[in-house]
T-cell receptor, first 111, second 116 residues
Framework: KNQVEQSPQSLIILEGKNCTLQ??????????LRWYKQDTGRGPVSLTI?????NTKSNGRYTATLDADTKQSSLHITASQLSDSASYIC??????????FGQGTTLQVKP | DSGVTQTPKHLITATGQRVTLRCSPR?????VYWYQQSLDQGLQFLIH???????AKGNILERFSAQQFPDLHSELNLSSLELGDSALYFC???????????????FGPGTRLLVL
């Protein structure tokens, strides 16, 4: 069964600190993996997209990694800001054209 | 602003009713996707249209249907509504098809549906 699991479910950190969010998937065939940021009540915004051959991709203070062998991905946020408070969703695209979404990690950055 | 528009923003209706949600993709985008986001289910992919044709189906109920028109806007029709259909419905668009491509999907602001 195609699944995407994210951890932790929620996270609270202090402003300026770094954090890492995890995503494990069992999706076959694999096409690509995406990380989205979703502010409360708004549509998700794409952060990174990685294919099978890519190990790392950065977007400003966001760096995503992909290990296709272990089927794991992480999203690292550097020097967190209050505006980083949001849900972060890992999405895996199957070769069939379907997208499988993780449940998301809710991040709260406190001053 | 992603460039994707959705109407209405909010919708309150009763069980058993039928509603239509509308989505206008970004200028030039040929693909439209519909998603449902409820509190206990997270984001669920419903259906994908490309240039008027259905390309992929996700967890879409038989009571739900969608279409994409020649001007590329799309409508999601929800019928025989149940309390559990209360959710945020998002539309997203991308330039071409997806799957093996690294296309970014741009999400609209969503339609919040409340079924009473």
């Amino acid at each position: 069964k195609n699944q995407v699991e994210q951890s932790p479910q929620s996270l609270i950190i202090l402003e300026g600190k770094n954090c890492t969010l995890q995503c494990n998937y069992t999706v076959s065939p694999f096409s690509n993996l995406r990380w989205y940021k979703q502010d409360t009540g708004r549509g998700p915004v794409s952060l990174t997209i990685m294919t099978f051959s890519e190990n790392t991709k950065s977007n400003g203070r966001y760096t995503a990694t992909l290990d296709a062998d272990t089927k794991q991905s992480s999203l690292h946020i550097t020097a967190s800001q209050l505006s980083d408070s949001a849900s972060y969703i890992c999405v895996v695209s199957a070769g069939t054209g379907k997208l499988i979404f993780g449940q998301g990690t809710t991040l709260q950055v406190k001053p | 602003d992603s460039g994707v528009t959705q109407t209405p923003k909010h919708l309150i209706t009763a069980t058993g009713q039928r509603v239509t949600l509308r989505c206008s993709p970004r200028s030039g985008d040929l693909s439209v996707y519909w998603y449902q986001q409820s509190l206990d289910q997270g984001l669920q992919f419903l259906i994908h249209y490309y240039n008027g044709e259905e390309r992929a189906k996700g967890n879409i109920l038989e009571r739900f249907s969608a279409q994409q028109f020649p001007d590329l806007h799309s409508e999601l029709n929800l019928s025989s509504l149940e309390l559990g259909d209360s959710a945020l419905y998002f539309c997203a668009s991308s330039q071409r098809d997806r799957g093996r491509t690294q296309e970014t999907q741009y999400f609209g602001p969503g339609t919040r549906l409340l079924v009473l």
